[in-house]
Nanobody
Framework: QVQLVESGGGLVQPGGSLRLSCAAS????????MGWFRQAPGKEREFVAA????????YYAVSVKGRFTISRDNVKKLVYLQMNSLKPEDTAVYYC???????????????WGQGTQVTVSS
């Protein structure tokens, strides 16, 4: 069993920055893929960013590429999502997830956190 806990969400003005964190426990962390997804009201859950376990390869949704950065600290079992130049359309609940292989499909991830709200508004 794996537990994931997100933190770092909040209210930010357009153009601002936030850093989300996801703390993992209960499983060997370094070899597993980590993903960030988001879900806005009335919309489906969508892929944001992912990071492979071994190679450290990163993947981003087109809408966030160049603005968001995913990274991990395997010693502390943490995954981060640095979000810069935030836009109102980035408003959503953000979820981290862990899986055996890196994927942009949320169905490929085995365990999920409870989510953290990000609101971008003036």
């Amino acid at each position: 069993q794996v537990q994931l806990v997100e933190s770092g969400g909040g209210l930010v003005q357009p153009g601002g920055s936030l850093r989300l964190s996801c703390a993992a426990s209960g499983r060997t962390f370094s070899s597993y893929a980590m993903g960030w997804f988001r879900q806005a009201p009335g919309k489906e859950r969508e892929f944001v960013a992912a990071l492979s376990g071994n190679s450290g390869s990163t993947y981003y949704a087109v809408s966030v590429k160049g603005r968001f950065t995913i990274s991990r600290d395997n010693v502390k079992k943490l995954v981060y999502l640095q979000m810069n130049s935030l836009k109102p359309e980035d408003t959503a609940v953000y979820y981290c997830a862990i899986g055996v292989r890196v994927s942009t499909n949320h169905r490929d991830y085995d365990f999920w956190g409870q989510g953290t709200q990000v609101t971008v508004s003036s």
